[in-house]
Every structure is written in C-alpha cells, then in structure tokens.
C-alpha cells in the first residue's frame, strides 16, 4: 500500500472501528472508544504504553484521547501486511512490535539519563523540549531507533489518529466529503 492510498483509506474510513480484542471476544471499535473504554493492550506494556500516551499528546494534542496507544497497539497486534501504521509506508522491517517497542523503550532511558526520569513523569515543558530534541537528533545518549525517525513515525501516526476522523476534519473547518473519490480531481 503506497503512502498515498494509505491515507486515502484512513481518510476514507475516517480512522473508523479497529477490531479490538475485549473479554476474549473481537469487538468494533475506533481508536477512541478502545481508549475511553480502557479497552487491554494486546502487546505494548503499561510503561511503554504511558510513554506513548505522552508522547503523543506531547507530537499532537488531543492523541491521548484520541487513542494513540490503542490504534498503535491494535496495528501491531495484527498482520504486518494489514497495518495502518506510518512504520509501514517507511519500510520498517515487520514485526512492527520491534520498532515501536525499541522506540519508546529508547525514549524513556534517553529521558531518564538526561532529565531523571521517565518521559512520562517530566513536565510538559520537558517534553516538549525532549521531543525537539528528539526532531534533531540532538539528545545525548540516545541508543535505538534513530531519533528523527521516530520523531516522523510517531508524530505521523498521532496526526492520523487526530485528524483522520470526521471529529479531526470537523476541528480543522474541513468538510468530510467520502463520496469523492481520493483520485478525483478538485
């Protein structure tokens, strides 16, 4: 799938319900409801997932609640060939699970070497200014995934989780037109 038909089908499906495993049973759900119902991760831990969570929310506010942690952890709980996940369209080698999970784990022992302690327990103003630490590659110390690129691949995936949604296109005054098809010119 190119990026360009990546993003015409999360467009399209408005990021629309995710299979998300509840009580052993396959349930529909978006990304958001998974959250707001605290829908069990299938694969990420809860200190990855908190590190996520922030860090999302730190790239795009309102990803949080939007469901980051469980859009991500649903899309690498499935078929790599299935995936919705940014990591995909840059080829990431699958299982995508590796990547994330080496991101985040890298985020937090970044954090605690150079500011004391998780990225999720620092102050916004620290994150923030981790996360453009983060975007140039300036952070002492960070082993994993190259930072940048996890800068690009998470933020990519907390704007598709925000905005690709009827909500997102509605919060940035654009009409949602799906009867257009993602080729038909303007």
Excluded: C
Aim: charged residues 15%; glycine residues 8%.
């Amino acid at each position: 799938m190119t990026a360009i038909e990546r993003r015409a089908f999360v467009q399209g499906a408005g990021l629309g319900t995710l299979a998300f495993v509840v009580g052993g049973a396959e349930v529909l759900l978006t990304p958001r409801q998974a959250h707001a119902e605290r829908v069990p991760l299938r694969t990420l831990s809860a200190a990855q997932a908190a590190t996520l969570d922030a860090l999302g929310e730190t790239l795009v506010p309102g990803a949080k609640a939007a469901g980051i942690t469980q859009f991500v952890d649903q899309q690498i709980s499935i078929p790599p060939e299935q995936a919705l996940l940014q990591a995909r369209i840059l080829n990431v080698r699958p299982p995508f699970a590796n990547f994330y999970r080496a991101a985040l784990d890298a985020v937090d022992a970044a954090s605690n070497k150079t500011k004391g302690r998780k990225f999720a327990a620092l102050s916004a103003a620290e994150q923030h200014d981790f996360v453009g630490g983060m975007r140039v590659n300036t952070i002492d110390g960070w082993q994993g995934p190259p930072s940048p690129f996890v800068f690009a691949v998470l933020r990519s995936d907390a704007v598709d989780v925000v905005y690709s949604t009827m909500e997102g296109y509605a919060a940035l005054g654009i009409p949602y037109m799906p009867h257009i098809a993602p080729t038909q010119k303007w």
